[in-house]
Structures are given as C-alpha cells and as structure tokens.
C-alpha cells in the first residue's frame, strides 16, 4: 500500500512537471525535460523492484548450486562406472593371455615331443556356398608369403575349406598355414575379422564375442592342433606389417624354442565388440 500511495504521488508529481515545462519551456527544454523523466521514472521503478529482484537472483542461484551439486554426485558415479569397465577389460585381456600363452606352450611342448598334427580334411566349397573372402585377407596373405619365404610353411589354397562337425557348411580359413619340419606338421589359421557385413542394405553384427559359435569353433580347431590367430580388419589394414611379423614370430617360436626377438612390435591394441557396439565400428581405415 505505502509503495501504491507512493507511485501514486509520485506519478502526480512527474505528471504536474510535466505539464509545467510544456506550459513555460521551449521545444528544446521540453526534450530534455521528457527524457529526464523517463530516466527518473526507470530509476523509481528499479528502486521499487530492486528487492524482488535480488530475490530472483538468490533463487536462481540457489538452483544453480543444487544442479551443480547434481551434476558432480553424476560426474562421479561416471567415472567409477568407466573405472570399473576400464577395471575388467583389463582383467579379461590378461586372462586371455595367459590362456593363450598356455596353449601356446603346450602345443610347443607337443611339438618337441615328437606329436604331429594331422590337417583336418580339405574340401571344395560348395557351389553357391564359398565364403565371402574380406577386404585385406589378401593383403595380409601377401604379406605373410614375402616374411616367411625362408621357412619350411606351405599355404592351403584359397578359399579351401574344412568340414566342422556340428555346422551344416564348411569353414573356410581366410589365412591357413602349414608348418612342417623334422616329419611334424602344425596347421595355422589366421583370421581377418569384420565388426559388420551388409545385408540388404542392413548392418549384420559379424564375429561378436557374444557370439559362440566363433568360440566354439576355435576350441574346436585348437583341440585338434590347430593355432587360431585373430585380427580385426583395422589392424590388418593399418599395420599390416606387424600382423604378418607376429605370426613368422609365433612360427619361429614353435620352430625354435626359446626364440625371442626384442625388436618384435605388435599392432596396436583393438578391442572386441559384441553385436551392439559391431554395428558402430568403423570400416572406412586411414592407411
């Protein structure tokens, strides 16, 4: 009420003065005079609405702290959860290393003993049936050809297939290798594997971990003394080189146990996807 009374007044005034310059003062002074008036009447208004103002300004602020409290307690909770991915991923590759280095070293151990691996029976693909061969299993097989040209190995033909028990169609290998030395023989599959394929315009999700059949049919392959040795297609395209230099280094430590070479580089680390993140992987690879 006393701010009411107040404009009130206060309006009566500004009203009075007004009429009084338009009355006694020329056009000039009457500009001026107008224009002071309204900045008199805009500082009233802000005086009058100043504390509302600050009230609004506290309450905003008082929300913005509340969200950024929210905000960090998130920000948290996200980094524990990449913590703990981070946590298990590392945890799964090391176990898979040490299964693969106790294979490894239980084939070598057959191999000095005197086992030979007998090769799984070779069949024609079926007609219409032939896999689909990748984009860079040539490239890798060449490149295999030029670093294991002084090493007693022979590569299957293309497109040779296997018959699997347990599946309808052949497997076809895209890199199989024969090593051969003091009458034994070790049989070599190396693999140039795709996140994706195209069907009907689809992305299909291709060797997912979630996928067992892949898994199954490795162990049946190492069951039956074979090496299965995978890559994705991104490090075959991109370090073709140090894909072909670890297989010869696998074949030379079966050859020669205890074989080390410290110059030895592997291809950058790429992690495996399931069916959901397959779909998301890039194909398209800066050479």
Not at 81 to 95: A, G
Not at 103 to 113: G, T
Not at 126 to 140: E, K, M, S
Request: proline share 5%.
């Amino acid at each position: 009420m006393d701010k009411l009374q107040a404009a009130l007044s206060t309006g009566a005034g500004v009203a009075t003065l007004i009429a009084l310059i338009i009355a006694e003062a020329p056009f000039f002074l009457i500009l001026a005079g107008i224009a002071g008036v309204a900045t008199l009447a805009q500082f009233l208004y802000e005086s009058w609405t100043y504390e509302e103002r600050i009230e609004e300004y506290e309450r905003k602020m008082r929300s913005y702290h509340q969200e950024q409290k929210r905000y960090e307690e998130r920000l948290v909770l996200w980094r524990r959860e990449c913590d703990r991915i981070e946590s298990d991923y590392k945890q799964q590759v090391e176990e898979y290393r040490r299964e693969y280095q106790n294979k490894v070293a239980q084939i070598i151990r057959d191999w000095e003993n005197g086992l030979i691996f007998q090769p799984l029976d070779l069949c024609q693909p079926f007609l219409g049936q032939g896999a689909r061969a990748g984009r860079y299993d040539r490239r890798l097989r060449e490149a295999l050809i030029i670093k294991m040209e002084n090493l007693p190995v022979k590569f299957l033909p293309e497109q040779a297939s296997l018959k699997v028990p347990g599946f309808d169609f052949p497997y076809t290998p895209d890199i199989a290798i024969q090593v051969s030395s003091n009458n034994r023989t070790l049989l070599i599959d190396v693999e140039v594997d795709e996140p994706w394929y195209q069907n009907n315009g689809q992305r299909v999700p291709h060797h997912a971990l979630d996928d067992n059949r892949h898994s199954q049919r490795d162990d049946f392959f190492a069951e039956s003394g074979w090496i299965v040795v995978r890559f994705s297609e991104r490090q075959v395209a991109i370090e073709t080189e140090k894909c072909a230099s670890f297989v010869c280094y696998l074949i030379q430590a079966v050859l020669t146990p205890g074989f080390r070479d410290p110059s030895l580089s592997l291809p950058i680390d790429h992690r495996r996807w399931d069916s959901l993140s397959a779909l998301d992987e890039e194909r398209d690879f800066v050479e």
